[in-house]
């Protein structure tokens, strides 16, 4: 699989996605602005960016996965995706924008843990 392999889920799809009952993980693997940050996508579940490989295998098989991140491109999430579908996940997506689309947009989100 390569990087135009990944599915690039825009924020209303994935907002339609979750609305609709759909079988999606959003997971965070912002890096940047993790610190900061107070909020997250709603339900989302988090991996770090730094250590993701040791926590890969914990993600959820049943779901697809639409990892977001912080950086230009989707850089960070693309490679944790690339990543995943290479530790066999076979459905796997980024979102395109990031957590910053998701919040422009006005959908849901909550305190992180």
């Known amino acids: 699989m390569a990087w135009d392999d990944i599915a690039q889920w825009q924020p209303q799809d994935l907002f339609a996605s979750l609305r609709m009952g759909d079988k999606v993980q959003p997971v965070d693997c912002r890096d940047l602005t993790w610190r900061e940050a107070e909020t997250k996508v709603k ?48 459905r796997v997506g980024v979102l395109v924008g990031g957590f910053d689309a998701w919040a422009a947009a006005g959908y849901p989100v909550e305190p992180k843990e």
């Open 43 to 90: 339900n989302a579940i988090r991996l770090d960016p730094i250590g993701f490989t040791s926590e890969i295998g914990t993600l959820p098989r049943e779901k697809e996965l639409i990892f977001y991140c912080d950086r230009v491109g989707e850089a960070t999430s693309m490679t944790i995706a690339l990543t995943a579908f290479d530790n066999g996940y076979s």
